[in-house]
């Protein structure tokens, strides 16, 4: 079977690759790891994660679209719970949101200036308009 070829779209999202310490204090006091690694030769970008309870452990699959330039992030976790996101990364900024019939959901993290933490959140609306903290995370870079 051919290896894949690299994907230069994907070069945006370097400050991202690394391992990853990450902490949600409003679920546990246990931190969790996440590696950012490319994937398949270089054409999409893969997230794991090793949470402790009650959080999920994760696999994310990252690629982006010639045409329109948008990335796309597939998600599955420990639960058997899989999801679709749209996402961007500019100006330090990383971002990915959903819309689903009565559970739509967004991301937002900042990358630090240094690139050794990115401060984030997660939050969740029923009807997509009124949205609401959903829990904190922070990415503390460890390689």
């Known amino acids: 079977m051919e290896q894949s070829t690299p994907n230069p779209a994907l070069n945006d999202l370097d400050a991202l690759i690394g391992e990853w310490d990450v902490a949600v204090p409003m679920l546990t006091t246990a931190r969790g790891r996440v590696r950012v690694e490319r994937a398949e030769g270089g054409a999409f970008l893969r997230l794991r994660s090793e949470a402790p309870a009650p959080v999920p452990s994760s696999t994310m699959m990252i690629g982006r679209d010639d045409a329109s330039g948008a990335y796309t992030a597939l998600y599955h976790d420990s639960r058997g719970v899989s999801r679709l996101y749209q996402m961007g990364f500019a100006g330090g900024v ?28 997660w939050e969740r609306s029923e009807d997509g308009s009124s949205w609401a903290l959903d829990f904190d995370l922070t990415y503390t870079r460890t390689r």
């Open 94 to 121: 990383w971002t990915m949101w959903r819309a689903a019939p009565g559970f739509h959901q967004r991301f937002s993290g900042t990358l630090s200036g240094d690139g050794s933490e990115i401060r984030a959140s």
